[in-house]
């Protein structure tokens, strides 16, 4: 069992910027993928960015390409999301997933689902005022 607490989600003024911790317990096994999703109500959970602790490349959706960086402490117990020029597009709630058993080889083509995951978050609410 892996369980995940968010922390760190506010309001914000457009061009302004958060950062996102997800801290992880449970899990002393070896690698796993872990990752952070997002969601406005009545749309599905969308996957904003991927990181695998063993070292893969991370993995982000185009629309936060250039701007989210996911990464992880050097103890492997919180993951992070540095979110930088917020848009009022960002606004959603945004969740901390984990996964022991999956690759994590994720690309453009090959999207994060949350059907990919089974360990998740409360979820903590980031809005982006214009």
């Known amino acids: 069992q892996v369980q995940l607490v968010e922390s760190g989600g506010g309001s914000v003024q457009a061009g302004g910027s958060l950062k996102l911790s997800c801290v992880a317990s449970g899990y002393n096994y070896g690698n796993y993928c872990m990752a952070w999703f997002r969601q406005v109500p009545g749309k599905e959970r969308e996957g904003v960015a991927t990181f695998y602790t063993g070292g893969y490349m991370p993995f982000y959706a185009d629309s936060v390409k250039g701007r989210f960086t996911i990464s992880q402490d050097k103890a492997g117990n919180t993951l992070y999301l540095q979110m930088n020029s917020l848009s009022p597009e960002d606004t959603a709630m945004y969740y901390c997933?984990?996964?022991?058993?999956?690759?994590?080889?994720?690309?453009?083509?090959?999207?994060?689902?949350?059907?990919?995951?089974?360990?998740w978050g409360q979820g903590t609410q980031v809005t982006v005022s214009s």
């Open positions: 997933a984990a996964d022991t058993t999956l690759l994590c080889f994720f690309n453009d083509d090959t999207t994060p689902e949350e059907r990919d995951f089974d360990y």
